[in-house]
């Protein structure tokens, strides 16, 4: 994914964000650059990043840079680090037994319509079991593939143990599969 396409999603986002009168924005970000991007990109939204759980890729390890963290919040926006809604107690019996669990089996099933889907999902459900968004207003959710920002979506969050609420009313943005 090259910085152009980055630069489209985040275009379209905000047409359509200008068009529907949302002014809430997740992104999905793990070293922060995307997430700070963002931030910097919607000034006068309210854009929350949602990083990657401390511990995520190894011990006490946070992948957000110190850097990025400032930039995010010097552009007004607000950072979440929690576990995540597809993986955390499931990749434990997953790892530890070797057998998937009911959060694992979503994520997969919402990679069909690509990783940034998943993603993009995933962010909105923690951000509400969080208290950042509500689960009674719409927001545009941005995730990626790996790096970067890929997809767009427009949906109504719900909180995890009401997954099944959460609405996908528009796609804005996804790549070709």
Same mark, same amino acid.
């Given at each position: 994914?090259?910085?152009?396409?980055?630069?489209?999603?985040?275009?379209?986002?905000?047409?359509?964000?200008?068009?529907?009168?949302?002014?809430?924005?997740?992104?999905?970000?793990?070293?922060?650059?995307?997430?700070?991007?963002?931030?910097?990109?919607?000034?006068?939204?309210?854009?929350?990043?949602?990083?990657?759980?401390?511990? =995520?890729?190894?011990?006490?390890?946070?992948?957000?840079?110190?850097?990025?963290?400032?930039?995010?919040?010097?552009?007004?926006?607000?950072?979440?680090?929690?576990?995540?809604?597809?993986?955390?107690?499931?990749?434990?019996?997953?790892?530890?037994?070797?057998?998937?669990?009911?959060?694992?089996?979503?994520?997969?099933?919402?990679?069909?319509?690509?990783?940034?889907?998943?993603?993009?999902?995933?962010?909105?459900?923690?951000?509400?079991?969080?208290?950042?968004?509500?689960?009674?207003?719409?927001?545009?959710?941005?995730?990626?593939?790996?790096?970067?920002?890929?997809?767009?979506?427009?949906?109504?969050?719900?909180?995890?143990?009401? =997954? =099944?609420?959460?609405?996908?009313?528009?796609?804005?943005?996804?790549?070709?599969?």
């Amino acid at each position: 994914m090259s910085e152009d396409d980055v630069e489209r999603v985040l275009v379209q986002t905000k047409k359509r964000a200008e068009e529907l009168g949302l002014k809430t924005v997740l992104v999905a970000s793990s070293s922060g650059r995307t997430g700070a991007k963002v931030a910097e990109f919607f000034r006068g939204y309210r854009v929350v990043v949602v990083t990657h759980s401390t511990g =995520f890729t190894g011990p006490d390890a946070q992948e957000l840079t110190a850097d990025n963290r400032e930039r995010i919040l010097k552009a007004g926006g607000q950072i979440l680090t929690t576990t995540h809604a597809f993986g955390g107690l499931g990749r434990s019996v997953r790892r530890k037994l070797g057998s998937f669990q009911t959060d694992e089996i979503v994520a997969n099933a919402l990679r069909i319509f690509g990783q940034g889907t998943k993603v993009a999902v995933e962010i909105v459900l923690m951000a509400a079991d969080s208290g950042l968004v509500s689960v009674n207003e719409d927001v545009i959710s941005i995730g990626g593939t790996g790096r970067g920002a890929d997809t767009a979506l427009v949906l109504k969050p719900a909180n995890v143990q009401d =997954f =099944f609420d959460v609405k996908v009313h528009e796609i804005i943005c996804k790549p070709g599969l």
